[in-house]
């Protein structure tokens, strides 16, 4: 596609409940990084895949957090047993190698 | 741990004017430095310099890299209001798990008043 495409682009959910929030790449874009934008703080890589190696899941803040790039392309991240304190705005963002990254317009996740 | 620290943090300036936004870094295996505008929602790429001492230039913005002392910054001349952002700093490394990760700083929130 044109850009990055993250959905939903806003959540609403439980505390306790999981959450999965999906993003599809620029076509062609061989790495693909998520990042967490929270109130008050800058942007906080949390996970990054390139192309068929392993991720770097080195900023993920929890085991409740994974996730996983299907074939290269789409990658989906799972928040599970979701607290207050995930809430924030996830971000995509996608990139052709060595280039500069291309974000999503994230999605809004709040937990009530 | 490596560190991003932009500033000023806000900044408050008529159309017109000229600002300049400071960004400086502590890394290790620096591999390059990017600047984005953030507005509503997904922060937007400007500029993205790996080489000490050239100007990247488009339109009203421009960017230099100091890697000697660390630094960098972002000029952006005739301001309008539509450059009313936050304008977000990031550095990535090189080599190793790292490789590709941005570090940001907290940004720099530009209000321009007509």
């Known amino acids: 596609g044109a850009g990055v495409s993250q959905s939903p682009s806003n959540k609403v959910t439980e505390k306790g409940k999981d959450v999965e929030l999906r993003c599809d790449p620029i076509?062609?874009?061989?790495?693909l990084y998520w990042y967490r934008q929270s109130l008050g703080q800058g942007l906080e890589f949390l996970i990054y895949f390139q192309g068929n190696s392993a991720p770097d899941k080195s900023g993920l803040p929890s085991d409740r957090f994974s996730a996983e790039r299907t074939g290269g392309s789409v990658s989906t991240l799972t928040i599970q047993r979701t607290q207050q304190e995930d809430s924030a705005v996830y971000l995509c963002a996608s990139s052709l190698g060595l280039g500069p990254q291309h974000f999503g317009d994230g999605t809004r996740l709040s937990i009530l | 741990e490596d560190k991003v620290v932009q500033s000023p943090l806000s900044l408050v300036v008529h159309e017109g004017d000229t600002v300049t936004l400071n960004c400086s870094y502590e890394?290790?295996?620096?591999?390059?430095l990017l600047w984005y505008k953030q507005e509503k929602k997904a922060p937007t790429f400007l500029f993205m310099l790996?080489?000490?001492?050239i100007e990247k230039k488009s339109g009203r913005l421009s960017s230099i890299l100091d890697k000697k002392e660390l630094f960098s910054i972002l000029n952006i001349t005739a301001t309008q209001t539509g450059d009313s952002a936050i304008y977000l700093c990031?550095?990535?490394?090189?080599?190793?798990?790292?490789?590709?990760?941005?570090?940001f700083g907290q940004g720099t929130i530009l209000t321009v008043h007509p």
């Open positions: 890394v290790t295996n620096f591999r390059s």
């Open positions: 790996t080489s000490s001492g």
């Open positions: 990031a550095v990535e490394v090189a080599g190793g798990t790292s490789y590709g990760k941005l570090t």
């Open positions: 076509s062609g874009h061989t790495a």
